[in-house]
């Protein structure tokens, strides 16, 4: 498999390649209900910026951000653990 990697709420990743043409930040942003966690993709040049967040159900196996696959590992309230495929 691919990198496994955790991120904190609130923490972020650059990640290549994006919806904006440009680069990208995820940020965990917790746990939103019982069910459901969230996804912050944030891009910004000069004094423009762009924010989605996107909703996943917390017992999704993968998901996907931008045609790029993300194997959910753990969810907690505080922290995701996600694995890329190689």
């Known amino acids: 498999m ?4 955790i ?3 609130g923490e972020s990743r650059m990640i290549t ?3 904006f043409g440009k680069a990208v930040h995820m940020v965990y942003c917790g746990i ?4 459901t966690f ?8 000069g004094n423009r910026g762009h924010g989605l967040n996107l909703f996943f159900p917390k017992r ?14 753990n969810v ?7 694995q890329t495929p190689e």
């Not at 939103?32 to 069910?35: P, T």
């Not at 969230?38 to 040049?45: V, Y």
């Not at 907690?76 to 996600?82: G, S």
């Open 38 to 45: 969230s996804i912050g993709l944030l891009s910004s040049k």
């Open 76 to 82: 907690t309230p505080e922290n995701i653990t996600l």
């Open 2 to 5: 691919g990198e496994t990697f």
């Open 7 to 9: 991120l904190g709420t």
């Open 17 to 19: 390649g994006s919806i």
């Open 32 to 35: 939103n209900s019982e069910n």
């Open 60 to 73: 999704a196996s993968y998901i996907m951000i931008d045609k790029q696959k993300y194997y959910v590992i």
